[in-house]
T-cell receptor, first 115, second 114 residues
Framework: DSGVTQTPKHLITATGQRVTLRCSPR?????VYWYQQSLDQGLQFLIH???????AKGNILERFSAQQFPDLHSELNLSSLELGDSALYFC??????????????FGPGTRLLVL | AQKITQTQPGMFVQEKEAVTLDCTYD???????LFWYKQPSSGEMIFLIY??????QNATEGRYSLNFQKARKSANLVISASQLGDSAMYFC???????????FGTGTRLQVFP
C-alpha cells in the first residue's frame, strides 16, 4: 500500500458525460501528479500540482481539468467524454522537494470505461 | 527530448532464476533519475528501485538491483531468485532535472513459471 488513495476504483459512463476522479496523497506529501495509462498511448503525464498550485502540464486535453484543494487532495475532472478517454487514471504523490531522486508513489488507479 | 526504450515486450523466467529487464534512455540532461515500477495484473504501480545519474554504485533493494551503465545509457533491472509473484508488467521511467514528470517506457511483461 503506497498510502495514496484514489476513488472510485472503477467508473463506467457514457459518451458526453462528465466525471470526477479523486485522489488523496500520502501523508505529508505536497505534490500530486495525474497520469493516464491507455493501450495506445502508454503511460502519459497529465498535470502536476504542488501545494495547491499548478506546476506543470503535460498532454492534458482541454476537456480535462484538475485542482488541488487546501487539504491537498486533488480532483481530475473529465468532461464531454469520448470513447478514447477510456483508460486507467493514476494519481501519484511525492514530497515536493524538487530533485531527480524524488520518488513518486502511485495510487491504485481509477479505471474509466466510456461506452 | 527525453526518451525511455524497453525493447522486450515479454520475458519468461523459471522460478528461482535471475532475470534482466532491459532499459535504455536518451537525455541531454546531465542530471537525471531512473526508476523502475512494477504493475501486477491488479493494476497498481509499485515503486521498486531508483538510480541517480551521479550515483557511483548500482542501486540495490532486496532482490532487485539496477545494472547502471551510464556511457551506454542503460539501466537494466535485475531480479534475482524470481518468484511466481514477480509476474507483472515492469516499467522503466526517467525524470530530468528540469522537469517534475516521469517519462515511461512501454514496459516489459515478465512471466515466472514453476
Amino acid at each position: 500500500d503506497s498510502g495514496v488513495t484514489q476513488t472510485p476504483k472503477h467508473l463506467i459512463t457514457a459518451t458526453g458525460q462528465r466525471v470526477t476522479l479523486r485522489c488523496s496523497p500520502r501523508s505529508g506529501d505536497l505534490s500530486v501528479y495525474w497520469y493516464q495509462q491507455s493501450l495506445d498511448q502508454g503511460l502519459q503525464f497529465l498535470i502536476h500540482y504542488y501545494n495547491g498550485e499548478e506546476r506543470a502540464k503535460g498532454n492534458i486535453l482541454e476537456r480535462f481539468s484538475a485542482q488541488q484543494f487546501p487539504d491537498l487532495h486533488s480532483e481530475l475532472n473529465l468532461s464531454s467524454l469520448e470513447l478514447g478517454d477510456s483508460a486507467l487514471y493514476f494519481c501519484a504523490s511525492s514530497s515536493g522537494v524538487r530533485g531527480v531522486g524524488e520518488t513518486q508513489y502511485f495510487g491504485p488507479g481509477t479505471r474509466l470505461l466510456v461506452l | 527530448a527525453q526518451k525511455i526504450t524497453q525493447t522486450q515486450p515479454g520475458m519468461f523466467v523459471q522460478e528461482k532464476e535471475a532475470v534482466t529487464l532491459d532499459c535504455t534512455y536518451d537525455t541531454s540532461d546531465p542530471s537525471y533519475g531512473l526508476f523502475w515500477y512494477k504493475q501486477p495484473s491488479s493494476g497498481e504501480m509499485i515503486f521498486l528501485i531508483y538510480q541517480g545519474s551521479y550515483d557511483q554504485q548500482n542501486a540495490t533493494e532486496g532482490r532487485y538491483s539496477l545494472n547502471f551503465q551510464k556511457a551506454r545509457k542503460s539501466a537494466n533491472l535485475v531480479i534475482s531468485a524470481s518468484q511466481l509473484g514477480d509476474s507483472a508488467m515492469y516499467f522503466c521511467a526517467m525524470r530530468g532535472s528540469n522537469t517534475d514528470k516521469l517519462i515511461f517506457g512501454t514496459g516489459t511483461r515478465l512471466q515466472v513459471f514453476p
